[in-house]
Every structure is written in C-alpha cells, then in structure tokens.
C-alpha cells in the first residue's frame, strides 16, 4: 500500500508544477531491492547457478541415460526392453540461460560505463564468456542448434524473436570468445577490479580463468575431429603453443565447490545404478583404485556367505561368488542387454532363511556424489575440468600424429597418476564410508601403469587412451557421452574392454545419440525453433531409440556407431 500511495502522490503533485515522469522508476521501488548488485556478486551467482542446478541433470540425463547408453552402469534390476525410449530430461538447456542472464548484464553495464570506468572492468567482461560457454557445450551437445548470439535481448532492446545460431556457427563464435577472453586476462591492464572471494573456483587468479578458457578450447577440437579436421588441428595448434599454457597440474583444475557446508544435490531417487558388466570386469581384473571410490561392494561379506551357506545346501549364489571371500571379487557389474535382464546370477537379491536381502551388483558409491547420503557430513567437489582430461587429450593428439610437443606414454603417464588423485581428492571431501580403507594407496599408480591392460607398450595405444579418458570422465558424464560416440570405444570384440552389443528380444537396440526435441512452451519465437530443427533433420516430438539414434547432432554426424570404433 505505501507503494501505491506513493504512487499516487506523485501523480497529485502535477497540481503543483511536477510531472508523472520517469521518476516513477525511482519512487515506485521497494527500498529493500538492490536494484544494481556488484558486478563481482552477478559473477557468483552465474558460476554458482553452473553447478547447482545439476540435480536435474544428474537425476534424468546422466544416471537415466548418459551412463547407461555410454555402458558404464545398468539398471539395478537390468535394463529393460524401452531404456532407449527417453521420458522427462535434466535442464541443461534451461540452465545455460540462466547461467548467461547475469554474465549478460556484467557485460551490458559495463559497456554503458564511462571510458574511464569501463577500462577497469575489462578482465571481469572478458570472464563473462567462460562459464556460458561450458554450459553452452553441454546443452548444443544434445540439443544441436540454440539461441546464442541473440539470447536474452528481450530486457534490452525486445529481442524476443532470437535467431538459433547452428552448431558449427556456435563452435566458431565459442572459439572466438575464448580467444578474446585469453588476451584480455593476459594483458596488463592497470588497476583491474577484483573478483577477490566471489570467485570460490579461482579466487580472483585471471592467469588461471584464462589458462581453463585455453584449454577449455580443446573440448570442442575433440568434437570438431571427426567433422572438421583441418579446424580441430588449427585450434590444436594455437592452445599447444599458446603462452598462458593448458590445465596440466592437480591445482590448476576447475573445482567447482562453493563450500563445505554444500552437500550436493546428485540423487538417484530411483535407486543408485549399478556397474555394467563390462567396465567392472576391466576395473576389478586390473585392481584399478578408483574402482573402490567410484562403486560400492556387494552384499557378500564373508560373514554373509557363511551365513547363506551354514547348514543349508539350497541357498542359490551367484557363479561370482568364492570361498574364502577376495574383497575384490565384490566389486560385480551385470550385462546391459534387456535379453540378459533375467539372468539371475546378476539380477534380483538373495533372500536369507531370516528374510535378509544381499544386493548382487555394486552400486555407485552414493556418498561420492551425494555426500549427504545417509546424513553423510562431507561436502561435494565437482571437478568441472580435469587436468586429466588435458594430459589424455595430449596423448592421443600425440598418439595420432596431431601434435609433436612430448610423447604419448608421458601424458598418458601424467593423465593417469592425475586422475587417480583426483577421485581421491573428491572421495576424502565427500567423506565416503570407509575412505580410510579405500584411499589410494601409496604404488597403486605404478602398480597400474606396468599391467598390460593399461601400459602405453605400443599394442592398442590409442584403445587404451580412450578408455582411461572414459573412466576419468565418470563424474563428468556429459564428456563420456561425448567420447563413446565420437570415437566408437568402448568397441565390440575388444580384449581389453569390450561394448556389449545391446539386445532385446533378439533385436539390436539403437542407442540414442541426442536428446528430443519439443516444441516451446511459448510460441514467440515458434518460427525460428521451427527453422531451425527442420534445418537439422530433427522429428520433433520423437524419443525413440532408433530415430534419437540416426538423426545427430552436426558434429556427430560422421562419429562411427556406438562400439564400432574409429
């Protein structure tokens, strides 16, 4: 009512030579609004936005789809014959505007500053662009074509109606920010505002913002490999020799982690998924630690076993099970075919005399990405940017002739060893059972690196990179997506680890490849949403396996099928 009141008073005063003017933006404002938050501030709700809302796509895309579809984890009772028809998605499309609207308006007031104010805030613009351009991937990742270069102009200038930019237009304008970002950051530019502790990733370090932006560029020269070569080894070229260096050490990584008082929201409310076959069967074969971090044991304990067994010849156990118990042997996955759903020695649990329930299959280790599990007081690091992932892109550029800086079994080396401490980095901050137990080991990293299955020894070298980028990507699933599709690995018939053919009532399943597609809740801008899916070969609507499968992304659509290796 004071609102309104004042409102009023201010039309009343024309009697008396005032005018109902602008000013009304001015007196009809709440005086407890902050109209103009600090640049700084708009920054970290941007970055923190990148991150929490996460739950969505943890809950839909990664555990519903991502790491099925990638072979990593199955169903808890086994995939059923419709897993590749998709239901409800995460928000990653959603989520890359509300990361963007904030940067926007960074962007947008500081242009409108005066020169000499402006010049002060340049190493902020420029920063802008990082975050969006992250969500930016993950989002045309499974969704191609979107609104870019003309999103969020409503506020602006009405721009209601923007144009979707296509795929290979979004990689070329990424690459072009990126770059102008890294001269920016590198500059010597005087008495630059800080972003001091509003930035909880790197803390106001522009030289580190500017080492993740180059690097962050390989991301998309991997998806540009398959479609654009020549454009994948020009971008290749300049991060290698660029001056400000790529994300190569532990503590140059993205770690996004607001506090440690955040607990995380990656739940699995349908039940945390269970290892696949396969990728468990390379793990446990190789003793490979991160499998202790990354799943949880099976229900057969030794003192289980006796108790199953003890004064009873009838009790079925799974073919795994040994005597004595070998603690390694309880890290089980099961096959990810729907025809193999019923095999009864993987799926379903074994009922006791007391009516005590085993659980056959591990688990994902529920408190690695939901620390709150159990009332569990850890807090959640999200490692957005690995180092490994840098040092496994280096070693299969250097595997492939692309690049001629090191040798491959060096990055590779490096990548491994990096990525070994990292998960246990991430598991002693969730605080997940037993961590003490399960910690990394000191020569559990060389004791890896001299197995066949793993040692860069001129047999499968490239398999064998690919393979270590997929178990680094675990907690990045939006990146395993990306490699299963772009390289065909894991590939059928492999020695080391091979894709499980996926069938269901004798029937090969195609595997989607991107996310559907439906039409906008608002129709303002139907026409160019139209245009642009007509444009891609997209069936709107369509969330079958087959049709998700054969109608790709642009810089996918010359990938090798799942399992069918490049």
């Known amino acids: 009512m004071k609102l309104i009141y004042k409102l009023l008073l201010a039309c009343f005063l024309l009697t008396f030579g005032y005018a109902c003017t602008d000013d009304f933006g001015e007196v009809n404002t709440n005086p407890g609004l902050v109209i103009k938050p600090e640049l700084s501030h708009l920054f970290t709700e941007s970055l923190f936005q990148l991150g929490d809302y996460e739950y969505t796509e943890w809950f839909y895309d990664n ?4 790491l099925r579809y990638s072979e990593a984890t199955v169903a808890q009772g086994g995939n059923s014959s419709d897993f590749t028809t998709l239901g409800a998605t995460g928000d990653r499309y959603g989520a890359l505007y509300r990361v963007m609207q904030n940067l926007y308006e960074i962007r947008d007031r500081v242009d409108a500053m005066d020169e000499g104010q402006k010049a002060r805030f340049q190493k902020i613009r420029a920063v802008t662009y990082i975050p969006q351009i992250m969500q930016g991937i993950k989002a045309t990742d499974w969704y191609g074509s979107l609104p870019y270069t003309e999103a969020l102009q409503g506020r602006h200038n009405n721009g209601f109606t923007p144009a979707y930019d296509t795929q290979p237009q979004l990689f070329d304008t990424w690459l072009h920010q990126l770059d102008t970002t890294i001269t920016v950051l590198v500059s010597e530019l005087p008495d630059q505002q800080e972003l001091g502790s509003q930035d909880f990733v790197y803390q106001g370090d522009y030289a580190k913002w500017a080492m993740l932006a180059n690097s ?6 991997v998806r540009l490999l398959n479609t654009d070569q020549a454009k994948a080894q020009q971008v290749i070229n300049e991060v290698v020799s660029s ?4 994300i190569t050490k532990d503590e140059d990584q993205m770690v996004w982690s607001p506090a440690t008082t955040y607990r995380g929201q990656a739940f699995d409310f349908n039940g945390a998924p269970s290892a696949a076959k396969n990728f468990m069967d390379f793990l446990r074969t190789n003793k490979d630690p991160r499998t202790r971090l990354l799943f949880e044991k099976n229900d057969f304990s030794q003192a289980n076993v006796d108790s199953l067994t003890a004064g009873s010849d009838t009790v079925f156990l799974p073919k795994f099970v040994k005597q004595p118990v070998e603690e390694w042997d309880r890290y089980q996955g099961g096959p990810v075919s729907p ?18 329930r085993y659980l056959q299959l591990s688990h994902i280790n529920r408190r690695l990405f939901d620390p709150q599990f159990e009332s569990g007081l850890g807090y959640y690091m999200n490692v957005m940017f690995p180092a490994a992932e840098v040092l496994f892109y280096m070693a299969e550029f250097t595997e492939k002739g692309l690049v001629s800086q090191g040798i491959a079994q060096e990055w590779y080396n490096q990548g491994l060893a990096s990525s070994l401490r990292t998960y246990d980095m991430v598991a002693k901050a969730a605080q997940i059972t037993d961590y003490d137990a399960l910690r990394l080991a000191e020569g559990e990293v060389d004791s890896l690196l001299a197995r066949p299955d793993y040692a860069l020894d001129g047999t499968s070298n490239l398999e064998k990179i690919y393979i270590q980028q997929y178990i680094n990507f675990f907690r990045i699933p939006n990146e395993m997506g990306a490699l299963t599709r772009r390289t065909g690995y894991p590939k059928v018939g492999s020695t080391i680890f091979p894709w499980e053919p996926v069938v269901a009532g004798g029937r090969a399943m195609p595997i989607p490849r991107r996310l559907p597609v439906s039409e906008p809740s608002l129709g303002v801008n139907l026409a160019n949403w139209q245009e642009a899916m007509q444009e891609q070969g997209f069936s709107v609507g369509s969330n079958e396996g087959d049709i998700l499968n054969k109608e790709r992304v642009w810089w996918d659509k010359a990938s090798p099928d799942y399992g069918q290796g490049n």
């Open 63 to 66: 555990y519903q789809y991502i």
């Open 216 to 221: 962050l560029k390989l991301r998309i020269a």
């Open 243 to 246: 001056p400000v260096g790529m």
């Open 339 to 356: 025809d193999s759903a019923y095999i009864k020695d993987y799926f379903g649990t074994i009922v006791n005399k007391d009516n005590a």
